[in-house]
């Protein structure tokens, strides 16, 4: 039996944030950029906090995205997975838009993904629901435990 091994590459940032208040999503987007654990209301503007963007009562919805290359070196059978934890929102999870499944409050995702990779991807997160007392007590979003990386699998 071989030893397995694992090289992870975290995805810290840049992220993109869509944010689309309204009944429907049907006003336009709030973007902005951020790094991988961010100051989610600092991030917003007190535009955006003012008419209480994901706090309770919150309509609409938020994507974030975060585009990535192709690790360099990988052989035809390598191990993959895309591994999200410690995120305290659930959402849809897509790789170069397929589904790759759906995260649970404070639940790990760990999907393989080598088939879906291609030379440029792009990892989407829609997140549908971010829990009211997260939203109101805590300037930290995602928080700083949450992790998104690769992990890569080679075997000796």
């Not at 917003?44 to 290359?69: A, C, H, Y």
């Not at 759906?102 to 879906?116: M, N, P």
């Amino acid at each position: 039996m071989r030893d397995a091994e694992f090289h992870r590459i975290r995805l810290h940032g840049p992220w993109q944030a869509n944010v689309r208040s309204g009944e429907g999503g049907a006003d336009p987007p709030k973007t902005f950029r951020f790094q991988w654990p961010a100051d989610w209301p600092g991030l917003m503007g007190p535009d955006l906090l003012e008419t209480k963007l994901l706090w309770p009562g919150f309509r609409g919805s938020v994507q974030i995205e975060r585009r990535f290359n192709k690790p360099t070196g990988l052989e035809a059978e390598q191990p993959v997975f895309l591994v999200i934890e410690q995120v305290d929102f659930d959402g849809q999870v897509t790789l170069n838009g397929q589904h790759l499944g759906t995260l649970r409050r404070y639940d790990a995702l760990r999907v393989e993904i080598a088939k879906l990779l291609s030379n440029h991807n792009l990892l989407s997160i829609e997140i549908t629901e971010i829990p009211n007392e997260r939203a109101q007590n805590s300037a930290e979003f995602p928080p700083s435990s949450a992790t998104v990386g690769l992990e890569i699998t080679s075997f000796s």
